[in-house]
């Protein structure tokens, strides 16, 4: 079959720039990687295609005579793709890693055009803050002292005494990475003379050796919201690490923990808080007052023989929702206390109490019922 006139193979015109070509190759090179197309079986050869292409219009000598003649320039040998190894190889390679660091750049953190990385961004910081359910409740501003790093300010975060300009890194050429030729497979490596920024600095700045940035600690004042609850997360932009020359800085994440309460207990908005009361009110009935998180108290009437486990709702004395209006409930829950220490006459009148009550307790009533037909049922 014959060969497809490489422009077309590019979808370029005849006679594109240097430039052109580049672009051609990276765009179709990524349409057509058999990674992003398993359903198209020939994807590979059309891959293949594309880098053939390539490989002759991006060498001006084999563009020139692939112009003039055509596939028949490289015919016998004349003019072929290079001996295995070679330069030709080389520079597909080097071709090969655009279209690489274009596919997956964005898993890897990507580069910066030209490939140089002359600033890179702070890291981003975590900051786990604990709070009360009572500022949970209100919200408040917090002081917080956050050990980062800052912008030098000798330098100007430039890393340079004086402020001066970082000059090409002659190693990489301000790549960041450099080649090594091993038999027929190029190595790509950091370059080991400026780790991968593309740049020296000749007169490291003293304050700071060269970073830019200075270890210190930060004083920060954070709003917490009404609502927050333990697992919170608040972001302040751009208050994280600072940036490697002259990057710009990270972010600061706050996680909050809300710690807990020896009074409530807290499910989302709504709130738990277990009374414990006396036989005999809750026998008899009556008042309670019952303490809320703003610090106030609400009296609640326990109804009349009352057991254990009992709860009652206060509406909208629960937390404040963090994302929307309004509060949720507190559920008041009875417990039930059997008195300890009792004088012989609290025993004697509990005696008489227990004989005179004889069909005052229907759940007692009730089960010895069904334990008594349960053993029955296993006699017979």
Not at 60 to 67: E, M, S
Not at 134 to 152: D, F, H, N, W
């Amino acid at each position: 079959m014959a060969k497809r006139d490489y422009y077309e193979v590019l979808g370029l015109s005849k006679g594109a720039s240097a430039e052109e070509i580049k672009k051609g190759y990276r765009k179709k090179a990524k349409e057509l990687h058999p990674d992003r197309n398993a359903d198209n079986p020939k994807a590979e050869d059309q891959f293949k295609e594309v880098n053939e292409a390539y490989d002759c219009l991006k060498d001006p000598d084999k563009k020139a005579a692939y112009d003039r003649y055509g596939h028949a320039a490289f015919e016998g040998g004349m003019g072929g793709g290079g001996r295995p190894g070679g330069a030709g190889q080389a520079d597909f390679a080097s071709a090969f890693s655009d279209v690489f660091d274009d596919l997956f750049g964005d898993f890897m953190g990507g580069r910066q055009p030209g490939g140089r990385q002359r600033a890179t961004r702070g890291s981003d910081l975590r900051y786990n803050l604990r709070v009360t359910m009572e500022e949970a409740y209100g919200g408040l501003q917090k002081a917080i002292r956050v050990p980062t790093s800052v912008q030098c300010t000798v330098c100007d975060g430039s890393g340079a005494e004086g402020g001066a300009e970082p000059t090409t890194c002659p190693t990489c050429s301000g790549m960041g990475k450099v080649r090594a030729q091993q038999g027929f497979f190029t190595v790509e490596r950091t370059c080991p003379t400026c780790g991968g920024i593309g740049q020296i600095i000749k007169n490291p700045c003293k304050a700071c050796g060269g970073q830019g940035r200075v270890e210190r600690d930060r004083q920060l004042s954070v709003n917490i919201p009404a609502g927050v609850e333990t697992g919170t997360r608040i972001r302040l932009g751009g208050e994280g690490e600072a940036g490697l020359r002259g990057g710009p800085a990270g972010d600061l994440y706050i996680f909050i923990e809300v710690a807990k309460h020896p009074i409530f207990e807290r499910e989302g908005v709504n709130l738990f808080c277990r009374v414990p009361v006396s036989v005999a009110k809750a026998a008899l009935g009556g008042d309670i007052e019952v303490p809320t998180i703003d610090g106030g108290r609400s009296r609640v009437k326990i109804p009349e023989g009352s057991q254990s486990g009992r709860q009652m709702r206060l509406r909208g004395k629960g937390m404040p929702a963090l994302r929307g209006a309004g509060h949720g409930d507190m559920f008041i829950e009875l417990a039930v206390e059997t008195p300890v220490n009792l004088t012989g006459r609290q025993k004697e009148l509990l005696r008489e109490f227990e004989d005179l009550s004889e069909e005052n307790n229907p759940e007692s009533e009730g089960f010895f019922k069904s334990v008594k037909s349960f053993w029955d049922s296993m006699k017979s």
